[in-house]
């Protein structure tokens, strides 16, 4: 079994926070009218006769009664629109926290997946790494064969586009289709940057990335039509075995005490 070592909590304080937000911003969108309306209704006595003494010196009936009918439809309607722009709010703290709540499931499946990866490979959740910009890793798989970065993805559906393409395209079961950052992109910088730090540090490796698609089901049709010789590879439940020779067996061997230099530089950066 793969040795796994503790990583950042950065992604479920997150979770936490949204949720946290959204329930705030769900009371506060059900109590604003009622105490909107308790005010207007409590301090009445006190700016109603002074408003409606200044209307009858200047205006007629008439158009006392249209402007004091315009006034109570703005204290009713007013809470109501701030209430409904919370709800908004709300429903959008909600969704993001739906997003990361998936992220952490598909990235705690990746870990009961490649644990099963022999003992010599040390796998590093959530590696917060700085140089130059900062690159947040999903995973870091370390053995004699140098670190790789994997990027989880836990989308479900059919993803279809170009390894070239800023964006793909996912089509879930639904029809609805929506849009994501090309993850392969996505894990080239986070290997780039790793590799700087690791450099920085005195210790430099070759780290290779990849991207996993870990929910079961998922089609993955990705083409590459430049035909470049290095393309980043994109692994789903179905071929980990794939991934799993891409981490044992692809890479420039390190010497065991470059090994276990990488691996205090990396139980660092958290």
């Known amino acids: 079994m793969a040795t796994f070592h503790s990583g950042s909590e950065g992604q479920t304080q997150k979770l936490q926070a949204l949720r946290r937000r959204q329930k ?16 207007c209704a409590a301090s009445a006595p006190w700016w109603f006769p002074p408003l409606k003494e200044t209307l009858g010196v200047r ?52 870990r009961a997946l490649l644990s ?3 003992g010599r490979v040390h796998l590093y959740p959530n590696r917060i790494v700085h140089a130059g910009n900062r690159s947040e890793c999903d995973l ?22 170009d390894l070239s393409d800023h964006d793909l395209l996912l089509t879930r079961k639904n029809g609805t289709e929506l849009t994501f950052y090309n993850p392969a992109m996505q894990v080239t910088t986070h290997a780039q940057t790793l590799a700087r730090a690791l450099a920085e540090a005195g210790v430099p490796c070759p780290v290779k990335g990849g ?16 035909h470049r010789r290095r ?13 799993r020779w891409y981490i044992l067996h692809r890479g420039k061997r390190l010497r065991r005490r470059e090994v276990r230099a990488l691996r205090r530089i990396l139980e660092d950066m958290k």
């Open 59 to 110: 205006f007629d009936a008439q158009t006392q009664g249209w402007i004091l009918l315009v006034l109570m439809l703005l204290m009713i309607s007013l809470p109501v629109l701030i209430s409904l722009h919370l709800k908004r709010r709300a429903r959008g703290a909600k969704y993001a926290a739906t997003l990361v709540s998936s992220g952490i499931r598909g990235e705690e499946d990746a």
């Open 231 to 243: 393309v980043t590879p994109v692994f789903t439940r179905r071929n980990r075995f794939r991934l």
């Open 140 to 161: 870091v798989a370390l053995c004699r064969r140098g670190a790789t970065v994997i990027e989880v993805k836990n989308h479900a559906g059919t993803v279809t586009g």
């Open 211 to 226: 991207v996993l698609f870990i929910r079961e089901g998922t089609i993955v049709r990705l083409s590459d039509r430049f």
């Open 116 to 118: 099963r990866l022999p």
């Open 24 to 39: 705030y911003l769900a009371f506060r969108a059900v109590i604003v009218p009622p105490v909107c309306w308790g005010i």
